[in-house]
């Protein structure tokens, strides 16, 4: 049902969409405010943690947010979408919170984080509803820059919770006691508590301010979806035609590769650099917090340069330019020459991936009572040649600028291919199929660098980039606008 679009719904649109904005903005700083210091407060609350379960601490957050973003979604598909991203939001919080007395039991404290941030991953699934409402709220024309703006504040989201758990990170390790909560307020819980703040403010905007919208691909106002089912919609003669579903896989298994690559980038730079650099916990957590902000800074600038040059070129050869980079970037990182990483050869008796117990004297320590280097027990330490900071730079560089692209044009692409439909469920499938990645790319990372090193695990990652091109090429065709593909747009 077509509805005459006013004035005033036109400016409660795009005030909801900004409200989306924020939304994914805030989503992002919840997750990356954290990521930086997961693995020293993991090895401070419980001895017994190793990289291993690091790898699975980091692919909680993904795998609670790959069950919650199908179930979201179908929520916002037959309810108003302030229901599912309030009640998500809610989980968000709480599980924050939870994060930051994790240290408190005495025992199993590594189970406690992992569950906290399971949690906190099922509060995430709202990315889906997220997506759907901004793809289902612009038309074909817009859709390119609104995605790109959600993208853009997810990258906004992404500078700024490095950047925010870096400063924080000055409030040391012992922090500060708050007796009447029983809270220790340290650079490991403060970011946790300041997440969980910018989530009560996400809720009071979505309540008090979202509206439900809906278009067509050319922009004029249809009936909200939210309380039709899918199959009475079908009969519009706006959402006539089949999705093509090869289309559809095609793009879940492209978004998938692309959100595992990227998994494995953002789960191993920390444990990478301390073994390589030799640096400290502490200086892990504070020069990664400054690399990822550039890295997320240097996003915003190619989500900008993405809208000129999809509108210029299209979205395939943006995608395909995208994981072309992406490959340079792990390529650089492969591991060449004669220099090798300082080995840690103190406490080998508890050494799996780092030092544990953490604050164990040790001659090898750079004047400090913490040891650093790379651990003895990882053999390839002792064959392998090191990554030079510079190595490590340019992939963050290059990393930084693939992964945007192909992100956003993921997103993009996947909108339109599915035209007018309700979106909810199937961006439920795509950012479940991304949180699938994220869930198994930690996993995967610290089992193949712990056993065999930075070698086979850069090198695996490289086939699989290359893997995507190739299956990007191949189905080139399929990957067009549903609006397009039915002869009602030329493309």
Sequence with gaps: I????????????????????????LSSVGFTIVITSVWPYLQKIDDSANASFLGWVVAAYSLGQM??????????????RREPLACSIFINVTANIYYSYVYLPTSQNKYHMLMSRALVGFGAGNVAVVRSYVAGATSLKERNSA????????ALGFILGPALQAGLSFIGEQGVSVKVIDLQLNMYTAPALLAALF????????????????????????????????????????????????AVLTSNVLFFIIMFIFAVFETI????????????????????????????FESILVFLLVKVLSQRIGDRPVLLGGLAIIFCGFFVLLPWGNHYPAIQWAGMESLTFAPIPAFAPTPVSNSSFEPTGCPAEQTWCQYTPAIHLAQFLTADVLIGAGYPA?????????????????????MGWLTASGSGARTLGPVFVSQ???????????SLICVMVLGAILLLGALYHKLISFAVRHGRILE
Aim: net charge positive; charged share 15%; with cysteine.
């Design 448 to 458: 193949v660098y712990t056993i065999l090193g930075p070698r086979w695990a850069f």
């Design 147 to 154: 995605m790109a703006n959600t993208s853009a504040c997810q």
């Design 269 to 296: 730079a920390t444990p990478l650099s301390m073994d390589m650099f030799s640096w400290t916990r502490k200086d892990a957590v504070l020069y990664n917090g400054i690399i990822l902000s550039c890295v997320g």
């Design 67 to 80: 069950l919650a973003s199908p179930l979201f979604g179908l929520w916002s598909n037959h309810r108003p």
């Design 2 to 25: 077509l509805l005459v679009a006013s004035p005033h719904s036109s400016t409660s649109r795009w005030r909801s969409i900004r409200v989306m904005y924020f939304t994914m903005f």
């Design 406 to 426: 192909c992100n956003v044009i993921s997103y993009t692409l996947y909108s339109k291919i599915l035209g007018s439909k309700p979106q909810g469920v199937y």
């Design 199 to 246: 989530g009560v403010i996400n809720i009071l905007l979505v309540v008090l301010v979202l509206r439900e919208h809906q278009v067509d691909d050319y922009g004029r106002h249809i009936r909200a979806i939210n309380y039709v089912s899918e199959e009475r919609m079908d009969v519009s003669q706006e959402t006539e035609g089949n999705i093509d579903h090869v």
